[in-house]
């Protein structure tokens, strides 16, 4: 059974500071995603990151795939109290076959 | 939006009674999955169909069934209810087989609480 660990568990932090976020596993995946919850909502899908080493940019958010596929980060610059969430990641296997939420990153960006 | 719909958007049962989700997927997408989130809880997948078959199974309980009707809506029953089956129950639908990425479009969740 592939896992996907995320750290930390929870994070609260200053608006304008900078974080990350780390998505690993032992495993390899054929592609990993990243998702953002609000309380009471269902996720909403930020990103897809498909080759080792890739990086993605979504205005203050980066997103990387680590070069073995078995890993994923997620950083923010300038926090803002809008990106207070949960943060999830996601994968599919190297087969396509299973796909894998990780427990999340509870973000708190105090104003 | 998502596209993705689910009905209803709350439910409030008692211990012992059944209930149905309702899901209705983005227009296109062939699969459907059903997740379980308790309070303060990761994602707990519960089951996926594609095209009315089902395709993955993952922690579902046996009290619980799942099923996806040729205009690809799909329904969830949670029969025999218990305290602990309170939680929210969100419904993702993905494109057709062919992306590799599988990425998920989740609808707004059914709030479930049995008293």
């Known amino acids: 059974t592939q896992l996907l660990e995320q750290s930390p568990q929870f994070l609260s932090i200053q608006e304008g500071e900078n974080l990350t976020v780390y998505c690993n596993s032992s495993?390899?995946?054929?592609?990993l995603q990243w998702y953002r919850q609000e309380p009471g909502e269902g996720p909403v899908l930020l990103v897809t990151?498909?080759?080792?080493?890739e990086v993605k940019k979504l205005k203050r958010l980066t997103f990387q795939f680590g070069d073995a596929r078995k890993d994923s980060s997620l950083h923010i610059t300038a926090a803002q109290p809008g990106d207070t969430g949960l943060y999830l990641c996601?994968?599919?296997?190297?087969?396509?076959?299973?796909?894998?939420f990780g427990p999340g990153t509870r973000l708190s960006v105090l104003p | 939006d998502s596209g993705v719909t689910q009905t209803p958007k709350h439910l409030i049962t008692a211990t012992g009674q059944r209930v149905t989700l309702r899901c209705s997927p983005r227009?296109?997408?062939?699969?459907v999955y059903w997740y379980q989130q308790s309070l303060d809880q990761g994602l707990q997948f519960l089951i996926q169909?594609?095209?009315?078959?089902?395709?993955a199974k993952g922690n579902i309980l046996e009290r619980f069934s799942a099923q996806q009707f040729p205009d690809l809506h799909s329904e969830l029953n949670l029969s025999s209810l218990e305290l602990g089956d309170s939680a929210l129950y969100f419904c993702?639908?993905?494109?057709?087989?062919?992306?590799?990425?599988?990425?998920?479009?989740f609808g707004p969740g059914t709030r479930l609480t049995v008293l």
């Open positions: 227009s296109g997408d062939l699969s």
């Open positions: 169909y594609y095209n009315g078959e089902e395709r």
């Open positions: 996601a994968g599919l296997d190297n087969y396509g076959q299973n796909f894998v």
């Open positions: 990151v498909v080759t080792g080493g």
């Open positions: 993702a639908s993905s494109a057709p087989p062919g992306l590799a990425t599988n990425e998920q479009f």
């Open positions: 495993s390899v995946f054929s592609s």
